[in-house]
């Protein structure tokens, strides 16, 4: 007698086996129609988050959301400058103010951002211009994250050659002496005849020159590889065209410098860094850093400059992110280096009191805002001008003593 529960599982068997032998072919057009999805969602995305879009990648390392970069203008002319982009601004406006007494300030980001920036407040460019002003002297600034007393020095060379210079305002700044060469901005200068000329005379200017020529342009930096060779003429006529036709072809260098800021927050994670953490030195960068502080006090007594020296600000309700014994070393070398050249020198580490500090985001991936011991609020700026604007003022009076 047949069995009905038998026959059914021999079908179902039956079929298991006949759907075990048939491989499911996806249609080759749906396997277009996705791929062409995916590829106007990817290029949606990019361009929304890259095309138009121009980040100052140096101060995103530096700051954070809740910093603010200020660089002052006067009359149309900008007063607070970043290097060869924009140093021609500065200088037109001092030629524009007939200036006979020329005062620069070179920096780091401290001297540029504000925390917690509120409606009508600014930096201290702008405070100390307009009270130098009342003394006739005439203020610009030049200010990168992160500048290094290397990059100071080229500047110097570069700017007093192009100023009635009267006076350098040069803060120090420990954890910059753990920076080492030029950014591209600073580079720049070294084309100009004089200023190369001028570092030539020093054993650290020929050491930045010597530096400068092993590193290829940043533009060609992508073909560097190929350099003079059919390969590289074909990729630059490619990618000028690109560029020229497609903004997001033309946005690579936001899209690099989105990934390199990524990688730098995912270190720092990784590796347990914060801003408490302690900040070493490291030897041949720090005596390399006040070898060109040595040369900027040379350069500028022999032409007469003033140099008014000062430690810079730095937050002291916490535990600072230096080793005490190496930065008090720091401290007492640079007094000496100001001293033997008959600079003006100060110590200005506790100018700003806790409350004036703030906040900025955060240095690793997935952190929050963190403690920030570089910048401070407005009122920060407005103690420094001030204090600023007394040492110059006494320096004034001391070089118009003397002469």
Known sequence: MDNPRKRSRSLEEALSGLSANVE????????AISLLLGGCLAIAYLNLNFTGRKTDFEDAAALGAATTTIR????????????????????????ARHAVHSVLWLGNSQVHAVNQLRAGETNATPLLFD??????????????????????????EYLRQRLPLRFLILPVVFDDTREDGLRKGVADFLGDPPTALALSRTEIGQKILQAARTVPPSAESDTAGISHTLQERVEKSINAWLGAHSSLWASRPEMRGRVLLNLYLLRNALLGIQPTSKRKVIKGRYLDNLAALEAILTA???????VVMYVAPLRNDVDTPYVD??????????????QRHDASFANLENLVPAELWGSKAGT???K????????????????LAACLAELVSDAWVRREVRR
């Not at 500028?300 to 003033?306: D, K, L, P, V």
């Not at 014994?325 to 100001?338: D, I, T």
């Not at 929050?368 to 009122?379: I, L, N, V």
Request: include cysteine; proline fraction near 2%.
């Open 24 to 31: 499911w072919r996806e249609p080759a057009f749906l396997k």
């Open 72 to 95: 002052a203008s006067v009359a149309g002319y900008r007063i607070h400058c970043d290097d060869s982009r924009d140093a021609a601004e500065c200088l037109a406006g001092v030629e």
């Open 300 to 306: 500028a007594a022999s032409q007469g400059t003033r």
């Open 368 to 383: 929050g805002q963190e403690m920030d011991f570089m910048h401070f609020q407005a009122g920060g700026h407005k103690l």
């Open 325 to 338: 014994s190496e930065y008090r070393h720091f401290k007492a070398e640079v007094q000496a280096l100001a």
């Open 131 to 156: 009270q130098l002003k009342n003394h006739g002297l005439d203020l610009i600034t030049f200010s990168q994250p992160n500048a290094n007393l290397q990059e100071h020095y080229v500047l110097f």
């Open 364 to 366: 690793s991936v997935g």
